[in-house]
């Protein structure tokens, strides 16, 4: 499975920013696609998550309301939504790909494909 992140960019708290994740490859119905994010210093987080087949999804609470994940089948891409971004939203942010059966989205070592990152940077 070959993950390819993009999207980020500079943006001003208040923005919006929708990044892309190009899943090709060999998946499984029951795999499930997450973004995560580590900014500097810090440990990287689960963002969002979305079951690759069913659309179950599930969220950080940091960005409840603000993001949104969804899957466009057709393009086989996951599509993180960003909407009224703060500068605590700065990191690298990564799409990952989970084979594993079952599991909480939560659960990043369970990923073990992963794109390459994008830089989301927002200014106060």
């Known amino acids: 499975v070959q993950l390819q992140a993009s999207g980020g960019g500079l943006v001003q708290a208040g923005d919006s920013l929708r990044l892309s994740c190009v899943v090709s490859g060999r998946t499984f119905s029951y795999g499930k696609v997450a973004w995560s994010r580590q900014a500097p210093g810090k440990e990287r987080e689960f963002v969002a998550g979305?079951?690759?087949?069913?659309?179950?999804?599930s969220y950080a609470e940091s960005v409840k309301g603000r993001f949104t994940i969804v899957r466009d089948n057709a393009a086989n891409t996951v599509i993180l939504q960003m909407n009224n971004l703060k500068p605590e939203d700065t990191a690298i942010y990564y799409c990952?790909?989970?084979?594993?059966?079952?599991?909480?989205?939560?659960?990043?070592?369970?990923?073990?494909?992963w794109g390459q990152g994008t830089l989301v940077t927002v200014s106060s």
């Open positions: 990952a790909f989970s084979g594993v059966y079952g599991g909480r989205f939560q659960q990043l070592r369970d990923y073990t494909y």
């Open positions: 979305i079951n690759w087949s069913g659309g179950l999804t």
